[in-house]
């Protein structure tokens, strides 16, 4: 399959996820339905960048219109991730539990504000007119070089990430590991991409990818959890968030210690790909 052919198909794809989606966004009972919504809007989006050789600026509009929506639906998801962790800390809390039970009250008062928000933004016609451009753009792609071929857009998104891995130091701060966490997912998705066309090895790369993100964003978790229950200490929450604040930095360094093993096997896996 030509290589554009296979971007408008998994572009296709996501638009499909971000619609079937909706309701369930506008329900809020269901966070996985948010977080379906929030995959597809971030996958388009590094499908977007990782292509621009291949198709330029075509998307450009596009990608910033999914930007906007990822930023307000992002810090929901954020909410939804740690109400959930916090929820499954409970039972290890007595006899603090009642306090870690008004920090998750704070969070779920939020989301509720927040989910509100964004319901009246996916009403909007400024969302109906991303649907359209989204659905109207996929038509009109064509590619600008056919020389550009998915494997060559994979490996450059791996050499940014494998440039910023490079540059961690022995203790790197939160921030630099969380900007490698997004240039893995950026090398993950131009993987995918390229391995509809090249087989096995861009699989298991994007696997590899894939876990190494993964357990760089529970790292991410961990720094958020703990700033979040802070701002909602009280007097009487304070042993509860003392003990969750524990735990976090216990998460943190466990999740830290994983990333060297994880950063050989995707150099394994780079090897056998490319």
Known sequence: MPAIESL?????????????????????SDPEELHRFRVAIRRSRALIRASRPLIRDQLA?????LRWLGGLSGPIRDLDVLTGHLR???????????????????????????????VEAIDSAR??????????????????????????????ELE?????YEELGADPADEELHA???????????????????????????????????????????VVAERRVRTLATQDSALAVGRIVERERRRRLEMRARVPELWKRIRRAAAQAF
């Open 88 to 118: 499954e800390l409970l039972d290890e809390l007595e006899p603090d539990q009642a306090g870690a039970e008004s920090v998750i009250a704070g969070l779920e008062r939020e989301r509720l504000s927040q989910g509100e928000t964004l």
């Open 160 to 164: 940014r990430l494998r440039e910023a």
């Open 8 to 28: 408008r198909e998994l572009l296709g794809r996501q638009l499909r996820m971000i619609k079937r989606s909706e309701a369930g966004v506008r329900d809020g």
């Open 180 to 222: 490698v966490r997004l240039k893995a997912k950026h090398a993950r998705y131009a993987a995918e991409l390229a391995s509809r066309s090249e087989g096995r090895p861009l699989v298991e790369l994007a696997r590899a990818l894939r876990d190494l993100q993964d357990v760089i964003g529970t790292h991410q978790d961990a």
């Open 61 to 65: 509009a596009l990608d910033r219109e």
């Open 127 to 156: 969302y109906r007119e991303l649907l359209l451009r989204f659905r109207d753009s996929l038509g009109k792609l064509v590619a600008h070089d056919d020389e550009v071929g998915l494997r060559r857009l994979a490996e450059e």
